[in-house]
């Protein structure tokens, strides 16, 4: 069993709507949660995290956190052309804060 | 613009030679974490630097090694490269402050190995 797993898509997601992103980790020791974007061929870039469980709201993102279900999602409200990339759902191992593990990511592709 | 910049982008090496690969953190951040992405997964924690010492280390064998400077930037160093090194090499700063730890990737260095 992978210790973050993600749906690897591709989820279609037409212009403004809402695209809905789930992860699921299983060591109920980690803290922090975050959320990465990687356009393909670039690199990973930070556009969320959370540490709490509920809702944090930034722009058009809002991540999600369940600590009890172990599980953390990714609402991109308006979808835009440009949100067509892989998202990285990171979790810290439970021993450390600094070392995180990724899953594979799910890519999403916004038609117009 | 994360400022987190890395050296080589791209570079090619043989099976069995050694290589070194560079990164310099953000201005204000005094860790750095490496991670190897293999070609349609997520990136996989080597380990992390913090105050020049190794502050936890992933899955690795020990032909990967590395080091922190005074300046907080870090080298990556793998000997006797195998073909399944290839990847992306992926650097991540931030600013030590328990929980949390945001961290933002430098452009990465694409490995291949032949």
């Known amino acids: 069993q992978k210790e973050v797993e993600q749906n690897s898509g591709p989820l279609s997601v037409p212009e403004g709507a809402i695209a809905s992103l789930n992860c699921t980790y299983s060591?109920?020791?980690?803290?922090?949660f975050f959320w990465y974007r990687q356009y393909s061929g670039k690199s990973p870039e930070l556009i969320m995290f959370?540490?709490?469980?509920g809702d944090k709201e930034d722009g058009r993102f809002t991540a999600q956190l369940n600590k009890a279900s172990q599980y953390v999602s990714l609402l991109i409200r308006d979808s835009q052309p440009s949100d067509s990339a892989t998202y990285l759902c990171?979790?810290?191992?439970?021993?450390?804060?600094?070392?995180?593990?990724f899953g594979a990511g799910t890519q999403v592709v916004v038609t117009p | 613009e994360t400022g987190v910049t890395q050296s080589p982008t791209h570079l090619i090496k043989t099976r069995g030679q050694q290589v070194t690969l560079r990164c310099s953190s953000q201005?204000?951040?005094?860790?750095v974490s490496w991670y190897q992405q293999a070609l349609g997964q997520g990136p996989q924690f080597i380990f992390q630097?913090?105050?020049?010492?190794?502050?936890g280390r992933g899955n690795f064998p020990p032909r990967f090694s590395g080091l922190q400077f005074p300046n907080y930037s870090s080298e990556l160093n793998v000997n006797a490269l195998e073909l399944d090194d290839s990847a992306l090499y992926l650097c991540?700063?931030?600013?030590?402050?328990?929980?949390?730890?945001?961290?933002?990737f430098g452009p990465g260095t694409r490995l291949t190995v032949l």
């Open positions: 991540a700063s931030s600013l030590f402050q328990g929980r949390g730890n945001e961290q933002f």
């Open positions: 060591d109920r020791g980690s803290q922090s």
């Open positions: 959370i540490y709490s469980n």
């Open positions: 990171a979790v810290n191992y439970p021993d450390s804060w600094g070392k995180l593990q």
């Open positions: 201005s204000g951040h005094n860790t």
């Open positions: 630097y913090y105050r020049e010492e190794e502050n």
